[in-house]
């Protein structure tokens, strides 16, 4: 009997000591073993692990890490329980910088987030999308340097002529007494350039920098009286043999048509008329008034004013203006007597 007593004692202790060692046991297991949250672009999963750093427990998990990936947490940190490990997966995105391509990973939120993280200067430059814009996989960013100049040109402002009648100056004869002179307009432009390439042209100001001076052309309105008289009227005035031609305004006898500059005007600026001759002034000076007389028994020509010139009026050469194209065809190339009368 007290050998079965010792048996009951000895299966108690041992017992006893198989309970304290599943206890001891379990009180390890449970040091050992850590509640760990791991959360990856906000999915989150729950592990219950015996490793001891951060990087044994993503590698049991096999959860690798990108270069550009973020993780809150140093791999090489020791495991707590009730850790939480996040990881932002870096997405690949593309920026145009002024005409530079630049791709890159990232895990920043935000347009603006990024660019500031790269350090890049666009506080001048035009974004698309906005710097609020939210990253995403494979957006593109472009970034355009924005330049505003402003230039300045200057624009001629033509004057005008003003004509005012002369009662004390011939008919027929113009006098500048004035010579106008172009203003100035200044003009200023704002042109915008997009990575230096021209955008916009705009007109920002115009001012006057200077008045423009009229021209001021008097014009002749006193009628000029000739007595007609006979040919001995002329006598002791000085008399030149000459071989005359006729013209008028034809381009064939002037190269000119109307429209044209200086069309119908003599080389003393007075109008091409009746009575006007082209002379060579060194032979007859500008302005002198003569007397044709015909040498072949045809009417004289009469009063003339010596105003205009010819590129082929030379020496003892006049050319008499007549407004009808069939006389000045009839008229031909007669010598005529050629009276000075003086001016």
Known sequence: MEQKNRGYRLLTVIAIILTGITVFTLTIYEALIKDIYIAVDGREISVN???????????????????SDDINIPVESTLKDDMKIEIIRAVPVAINYRGNILEINTTKKTVKELLDSLDLDYSQD??????????????????VKVDEKIETINEPIPYETVTKN?????????????????????????????????????????????????????KGTKEVEYTIATRGNFAGKREITMVATAYDLSYESTGKKPGDKWYGLTASGTKARPGVVAVDPKVIPLGTKLYIESLDGTPDYGYAIAEDTGGAIKGNKIDLFMEDAEKVRAFGRRKVKVYIIGK
Not at 189 to 213: C, D, F, H, M, R
Request: proline share 2%; glycine share 6%; net charge neutral.
């Open 49 to 67: 692990t015996s490793k001891k750093t951060v990087s044994e427990v993503l590698k049991e998990q096999n959860i690798s890490l990108g270069k």
């Open 166 to 218: 002369n009662i004390k100056l011939d008919k027929g004869k113009l006098l500048t007494v004035q010579d106008g002179q172009e203003g100035i307009k200044e003009i200023k432009i704002k042109k915008v350039y997009e990575n230096g390439e021209l955008q916009t042209s705009e007109i920002i100001e115009e001012k006057i920098a200077k008045e423009p001076i009229s021209k001021i052309v008097e």
């Open 126 to 143: 035009k974004i698309e999308p906005s710097l609020n814009e939210k990253i995403k996989s494979d957006i593109e960013i472009n970034i």
